[in-house]
């Protein structure tokens, strides 16, 4: 179903998609932060932990306002009946637009990889150890999350609709 322009402007909320669009680059830019610290600087464990948690919370954040906002968001702001939708359902019909490029077992897998590190006893590890967790969750579902991001993004750029709704 596409909406006609009259009804797009009058059922949609443009400034709803501008806000969860600024709100998902903010977690994106400090989750990309956080990872880059990790990396590269010689932290104490104390120190290390804080942006872990950092890291873990955007991640989170990033991800929730990707699935529960942005992308129900876009889908009705093309047209698509989103409502009542389950999350699998909208999911995979961003994935048939090339809103998104990660497979939906991908996305489940980022959660779960997620939930693991942030509800793990990483405190209890020895930094090295810890340092080695870290790594591969940047190297694996971090790097992921972050395409996918920059996925979404340039769809939005392309699409005269999308990315004449954001403002800065």
């Known amino acids: ?22 709100l998902s680059s903010k977690h994106f830019n400090r989750l990309n932060r956080a990872a ?15 942006f ?14 990707i699935a529960e906002k942005l992308l129900p968001t876009i889908l009705e702001l093309l047209g698509e009946e ?3 939708r389950p ?8 994935i048939k637009l090339n809103i998104v490029n990660l497979e939906y077992s991908e996305w ?12 793990g006893d990483y405190d209890e590890l020895e930094l090295p150890e810890l340092k080695e967790v870290i790594k591969d969750f940047i190297e694996y579902e971090v790097d992921k999350i972050i395409a996918l991001f920059l996925h ?7 699409n005269k609709i999308l990315s004449n709704l954001i403002k800065e």
């Open 152 to 158: 979404i993004k340039d769809y939005i750029s392309k």
């Open 1 to 22: 179903m596409t909406l006609s322009k009259r009804d797009f402007m009058q059922n949609i909320k443009p400034e709803a998609f501008n806000r969860y669009y600024h």
């Open 82 to 84: 989103v409502s009542n």
């Open 108 to 119: 489940i897998e980022l959660r779960k990889e997620r939930n693991i590190i942030s509800h």
């Open 87 to 94: 999350f699998i359902e909208i999911y995979e019909r961003a």
């Open 52 to 65: 872990v948690d950092v890291l873990t919370s955007r991640f989170q954040s990033l991800q929730s306002v």
């Open 36 to 50: 880059d610290i990790l990396k590269s600087k010689d932290l104490q464990k104390d120190e290390y932990i804080d």
